[in-house]
């Protein structure tokens, strides 16, 4: 079966999970996440679990595993911490979860952010991955690195990557 052909008997609509990870936002005045909510609902999506999480190696994870086991998310996107300031834990955090790591997410990223910032692309770490059944995304915490991001790269395919996940 070729691409297309997964494209067409792949989910429409898939439960997904937003995780902000900052030491400063409250889910209040979360943009980026906020942003995230809205976009996966105008795409047909179920937006199950919204919650912040302070830059932490343990919280993230713990916040991470506890999301998925408790609401059952078919993807769960991150946003923050995927810096490379000491406190930007959040890959360091997830990457060892992975069972497969889905190395093409942060190599396409980088390239689209460079087209757009230029060479300060570098200064972001972008990953995804599976956690179990479940399709991570780590992304920058800037709400157009997220908009860049969900656009061009998570939501176009999340029902086939999902199915594929799982």
Do not use: N
Request: proline letters at 3%.
């Amino acid at each position: 079966m070729g691409v297309h052909e997964h494209r067409k008997s792949a989910p429409a609509s898939v439960g997904v999970g937003i995780l902000s990870v900052s030491s400063t936002r409250s889910l209040a005045d979360d943009e980026s996440g906020l942003w995230i909510a809205r976009q996966a609902e105008k795409e047909g999506h179920v937006v199950r679990f919204h919650q912040v999480v302070t830059d932490d190696v343990s919280a993230i994870r713990e916040s991470t595993l506890k999301a998925i086991r408790e609401h059952e998310l078919q993807a769960l996107l991150i946003t923050g911490g995927t810096g490379i300031t000491p406190k930007d834990v959040t890959i360091d955090a997830i990457k060892p979860l992975f069972v497969k790591e889905m190395t093409a997410f942060g190599a396409i990223f980088a390239q689209l952010s460079y087209e757009e910032i230029d060479a300060a692309a570098i200064l972001s770490r972008a990953a995804a991955g599976i956690v179990g059944q479940t399709v991570v995304f780590c992304m920058p915490g800037s709400k157009k690195a997220c908009q860049l991001a969900c656009k061009a790269l998570i939501f176009p395919d999340l029902g086939h990557v999902v199915a594929h996940a799982r």
